[in-house]
């Protein structure tokens, strides 16, 4: 019997317009009526996503890749990137005239187009352009806006006498082998061709969940998870039954243990039923 399941936001909750079907908060609400645990689990900061724990009445989440773990409210897990990483970070990005931003829990910090994000603008600007795709307009935002020619300045108080968990630097695919190479004691997972979360060697959102279900005295077979993105392949690796979203990475298709519909096509609904979790 499944007692948790995971949902990743970005792709699997979310439409591309980042609308949350009907379908997917009634098949949530049908869980809990079950007894089973429903948990975010997101790159997203903890502060980014407010109002989906609050739509979905959710108390229990895992943030910034693994590296921030919540419980009813209660801290139970956090691993931030050492100082040391986070300065050398600050200064490559400096060096490579490239956007960076600097993930605490409750803020976002930098000279990144991420940070408009918390600020709401980004969302309206989203929302004005209905006829592209909200992930095609991140992607030439952050491409635009990334040129050599209109980077800010990297400031010391974006991270300095910070707790920073998670840095995501605007970065193409040329430079992956590079940062790799030069800060082997971190973690890079590319989101879009502009974009790399960075966060600590060996953490993932697999081990953010192992924390919780030690905290909760649950064994790893009795989890499910649903994903769509490269930061999604160890979550899916480590629990009991991975499900990939139709719209998801190829490579995270190869490795789930099935495959449900798009966000669009009511693929939570669907995917738990596959299940017998729901009617």
Not at 112 to 126: A, D, E, W, Y
Not at 154 to 160: A, C, D, G, K, S
Not at 198 to 210: C, N, W, Y
Not at 238 to 258: D, H, T, Y
Request: proline content about 5%; aromatic content about 6%.
């Amino acid at each position: 019997m499944y007692k948790l399941v995971f949902f990743d936001i970005d792709g699997t909750l979310l439409t591309d317009r980042k609308k949350m079907p009907d379908s997917a908060k009634k098949a949530i609400q049908h869980l809990k009526l079950k007894g089973i645990i429903p948990v975010i689990a997101t790159g997203r900061a903890p502060f980014r996503i407010d109002e989906i724990l609050a739509s979905l009445d959710i108390q229990t989440h895992i943030t910034l890749n693994g590296q921030y773990v919540v419980h009813e409210g209660e801290v139970i897990h956090q691993n931030p990137l050492s100082v040391e990483s986070v300065k050398r970070l600050a200064l490559a990005a400096e060096a490579n005239k490239q956007q960076i931003a600097f993930c605490g829990s409750d803020e976002i910090l930098g000279n990144s187009i991420v940070t408009f994000g918390q600020k709401g603008l980004l969302k309206k600007m989203i929302q004005q352009v209905p006829i592209a795709p909200p992930k095609k307009v991140m992607q030439l935002a952050a491409h635009y806006v990334g040129s050599s020619k209109r980077v800010r300045p990297i400031l010391p108080h974006y991270y300095e006498n910070r707790i920073i968990y998670q840095c995501i630097i605007h970065t193409t695919e040329k430079y992956d082998d590079y940062y790799k190479e030069a800060f082997p004691d971190c973690h890079f997972t590319r989101w879009n061709p502009y974009s790399v979360d960075v966060i600590s060697k060996g953490v993932s959102k697999a081990v953010g969940i192992q924390k919780l279900i030690e905290h909760l005295g649950i064994d790893m077979s009795e989890t499910v998870a649903f994903g769509d993105g490269l930061n999604d392949i160890e979550m899916l690796q480590a629990v009991g039954m991975g499900i990939a979203m139709e719209n998801g990475r190829v490579e995270l298709k190869k490795i789930a243990n099935a495959i449900t519909a798009s966000p669009e096509n009511d693929g939570i609904l669907k995917g738990l039923q596959s299940l017998d979790l729901l009617p």
